[in-house]
């Protein structure tokens, strides 16, 4: 596996060559995290997203918050693939935990569901989205959210302490998906839930058109197919899991030609291979 970051017009791109989602080198997967956490670095100190939408536009695969009680335009980054929020069953008084919560988009919106007898604790590794998450949160007047940094391979959160836990278009990112939702499954209650809005692969991609669809897209790179994710999900003893929602992410012959090989888009057409957008919720007994 190698990984390069370049940056290409406002945004910071990753590049893997290999199977990240399944790097299993501890050594790997703290590179790709370095990685990362420098590119959405760039991304809130820019106050503007391109990690999984896009630089020319948004709509391919973040879906528009507006209009619902919590949106804070200040906190939307066009960086999810989603909304985990609508369809997470919350309710007033529930705590609910946000993992990689960026700028707190998801965070704002579940405060106001969940009221001053819940609480929301959104968790991201990248400390300039912390910091602007805390900025918004202050800004907004936000009582019941606070912003924690740390690792979702290393939730810094104890046992059974969330009844909900909802994420928008991170774990792909994370390059142990197993350790990532054996840890949500560690500080969900029970009868706790989670719902996440992630990027999955249908087949397999060709390497170029993979690349491309990282540089148009984003949050390709490091996903992993929608089989291998929902049996992780059932590993780890989620039960009744439930794809709520998918929607495929069309990436036009012209945009991936940009990148790839006629010969290679075809290839990738007849395979029937595809860019998967899905919503998903597990329950813990
Ligand atoms: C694509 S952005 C999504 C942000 C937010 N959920 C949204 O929809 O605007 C991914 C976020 O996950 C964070 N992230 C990625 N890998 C992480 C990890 N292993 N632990 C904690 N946060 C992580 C990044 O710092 C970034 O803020």
Same mark, same amino acid.
């Given at each position: 596996?190698?990984?390069? &970051?370049?940056?290409?017009?406002?945004? @910071?791109?990753? %590049?893997?060559?290999?199977?990240?989602?399944?790097?299993?080198?501890?050594?790997?997967?703290?590179?790709? $995290?370095?990685?990362?956490?420098?590119?959405?670095?760039?991304?809130?100190?820019?106050?503007?997203?391109?990690?999984?939408?896009?630089?020319?536009? /948004?709509? *391919?695969?973040?879906?528009?918050?507006?209009?619902?009680?919590?949106?804070?335009?200040?906190?939307?980054?066009?960086?999810?693939?989603? &909304?985990?929020?609508?369809?997470?069953?919350?309710?007033?008084?529930?705590?609910?935990?946000?993992?990689?919560? /960026?700028?707190? !988009?998801?965070? *704002? &919106?579940?405060?106001? !569901?969940?009221?001053?007898?819940?609480?929301? @604790?959104?968790?991201?590794?990248?400390?300039?989205?912390?910091?602007?998450?805390?900025?918004?949160?202050?800004?907004?007047?936000?009582?019941?959210?606070?912003?924690?940094?740390?690792?979702?391979?290393?939730?810094?959160?104890?046992?059974?302490?969330?009844?909900?836990?909802?994420?928008?278009?991170?774990?792909?990112?994370?390059?142990? $998906? %197993? %350790?990532?939702?054996?840890?949500?499954?560690?500080?969900?209650?029970?009868?706790?839930?989670? @719902?996440?809005?992630?990027?999955?692969?249908?087949?397999?991609?060709?390497? @170029?058109? $993979?690349?491309?669809?990282?540089?148009?897209?984003?949050?390709?790179?490091?996903?992993?197919?929608?089989?291998?994710?929902?049996?992780?999900?059932?590993?780890? /003893?989620?039960?009744?899991?439930?794809?709520?929602?998918?929607?495929?992410?069309?990436?036009?012959?012209?945009?991936?030609?940009?990148?790839?090989? $006629?010969?290679?888009?075809?290839? *990738?057409?007849?395979?029937?291979?595809? &860019?998967?957008?899905?919503?998903?919720?597990?329950? %813990?007994?």
């Amino acid at each position: 596996m190698e990984i390069t &970051i370049s940056e290409s017009g406002c945004c @910071t791109e990753i %590049k893997v060559e290999g199977p990240l989602g399944s790097a299993t080198a501890a050594t790997k997967g703290s590179e790709v $995290k370095e990685q990362i956490r420098q590119a959405y670095g760039k991304n809130a100190e820019r106050k503007s997203g391109c990690g999984c939408s896009s630089e020319t536009d /948004g709509t *391919f695969m973040a879906e528009s918050y507006e209009g619902r009680e919590g949106y804070e335009s200040d906190a939307d980054l066009a960086l999810g693939c989603g &909304i985990p929020t609508d369809l997470a069953d919350l309710r007033e008084g529930q705590d609910v935990l946000d993992l990689g919560s /960026g700028a707190g !988009i998801d965070a *704002f &919106i579940v405060s106001k !569901i969940v009221g001053s007898e819940g609480s929301v @604790t959104g968790l991201d590794f990248t400390p300039q989205m912390i910091e602007l998450a805390r900025k918004n949160a202050a800004n907004g007047g936000y009582q019941n959210v606070q912003f924690v940094e740390g690792d979702i391979e290393e939730m810094p959160l104890p046992n059974g302490s969330f009844d909900r836990i909802v994420s928008n278009c991170v774990i792909n990112l994370v390059p142990d $998906k %197993k %350790k990532a939702f054996e840890g949500m499954f560690r500080v969900l209650r029970h009868e706790g839930s989670f @719902t996440v809005s992630d990027v999955v692969l249908e087949g397999v991609l060709p390497p @170029t058109v $993979k690349a491309s669809a990282e540089m148009i897209a984003g949050c390709v790179a490091g996903a992993v197919t929608r089989e291998n994710y929902l049996d992780v999900v059932r590993e780890v /003893g989620f039960t009744n899991v439930t794809v709520q929602r998918e929607r495929q992410i069309n990436l036009s012959n012209e945009l991936l030609g940009e990148f790839a090989s $006629k010969e290679e888009i075809k290839q *990738f057409r007849d395979s029937g291979a595809a &860019i998967i957008s899905l919503t998903v919720t597990g329950h %813990k007994a």
